[in-house]
């Protein structure tokens, strides 16, 4: 009897697949019912009310073409290319955990460092602004394969270099929601560590969320 098997790529890294699998419908979803991104995308002023936002935004792309096709591009290839290494060496649980971790950490900043209403600060930003991708994710990503790196003794120089790359792209073209790229990447770093480090410490998860969620509280009830 022949076996049919799942390609390699798969058995290799399924969370990563599935991740990528589930941005594209996403976004083909978008495409197909444009008032769709409205509902999906997360701003200031929509995340206390619909709170499921910061969970959805990581999954949405921008839909206007053609930059919508570089802003899943990108994000996608780096998910790929990142996943393809860290999930089996994490392991496809944690490797889940450290991308949600950091896509929800990168929404939770997106807020935090948001001007109260009316207000505007560096690099523009606005209480009705909306943010979309899986960018605050893949920076967590990004520094987590530099903390593994690190802790198998490799070298850490081309990932360094990556990075640098895209913190300019970041701080150097307007719209970037720069506030979730930071998030995310310090939410990375520390998860990374943590799993990395301390192994055997008991789990923290509840805690931190509990900690995050009392930070979006306090954001909300200082706004003015």
Known sequence: MT???????????PVTMGLIVACVLVWL????????????????DTGWSQPWRFVTAMFTHDPVLPFGFMHIGFNLFALYTLG?????????GRFLLLHLWSGLA?????????PNPGGTMPWGGAWTLGTVGASGAVFGLFGAIFIAQ?????????????LGINLLITFG???????????????????????LHRPRAPRRWP?????????????YTVMV
């Open 84 to 92: 393809r290494s860290l999930e089996p060496f994490l392991g496809s």
């Open 106 to 114: 990168g929404g939770v900043a997106f807020v935090l460092l948001m």
């Open 173 to 195: 073209i307007s719209g970037i929601a720069w506030q979730a790229h930071l998030g995310g990447l310090a939410a990375g770093v520390a998860l990374a560590w943590h799993l």
């Open 29 to 44: 979803v978008q495409l197909v019912v444009p008032t769709s991104t409205d509902a999906l995308l997360l701003s200031a």
């Open 207 to 219: 805690a931190a969320l509990t900690l995050m969620a009392l930070l979006v509280v306090v954001r």
């Open 3 to 13: 076996e049919t098997r799942p390609p390699a790529r798969w058995r290799r890294a």
């Open 150 to 162: 690190r802790a198998v003794g490799g070298s850490t120089s081309q990932i360094l270099v990556v």
